[in-house]
């Protein structure tokens, strides 16, 4: 299969500008890292990810307060920026993208509705997040819709 086209171009304007990147997954599963590292000479730009998957994760490994988890939820804009704020530092990278959804199928009673996502893109310019509904998606088709987003985002703050 082909690199996402958003991935190429991703890739392509890291390596012209001798800059570098990284991810913090949670509803997308390390998608993102891996759309980057399938286009070839990605290991210019794209050292390290993580995929913190459960909120214990995204505090033990990104340091992200549990207090913000439960203030805000897990899938709120406060927590995919702390969540790209860590992964940037601790990469010693220029830009950092990171991801907290709900793929589905259910969701919990105090959580976002089935279809939410949060992005969040840090640039050495620009820090930008928001939040998207995609509703009536399957898992697969929600975690490849958001992947495609999260990088077309990256590029467009990077370019701006």
Not at 48 to 71: F, H, M
């Amino acid at each position: 299969m082909p690199p996402l086209p958003e991935a190429s171009e991703l890739v392509r304007f890291l390596t012209d500008r001798s800059l570098t990147i990284t991810t913090a997954e949670s509803c997308t599963g390390g998608l993102i890292a891996a759309a980057i590292t399938d286009v070839p000479g990605a290991s210019r730009v794209f050292h390290q990810g993580w995929v913190t998957y459960c909120n214990e994760a995204k505090v033990s490994l990104l340091d992200v307060p549990a207090e913000l988890i439960a203030r805000h939820s897990v899938v709120s804009e406060p927590v995919v920026l702390a969540m790209a704020a860590a992964a940037r530092r601790m990469a010693a990278a220029d830009a950092a993208i990171a991801v907290s959804g709900n793929a589905g199928p259910t969701a919990a009673p105090d959580e976002p509705p089935v279809g939410t996502v949060c992005l969040a893109v840090l640039t050495p310019a620009h820090s930008l997040s928001v939040t998207l509904v995609l509703p009536d998606l399957t898992r697969e088709q929600f975690r490849t819709r958001v992947t495609a987003q999260a990088l077309r985002l990256c590029l467009e703050q990077l370019e701006s």
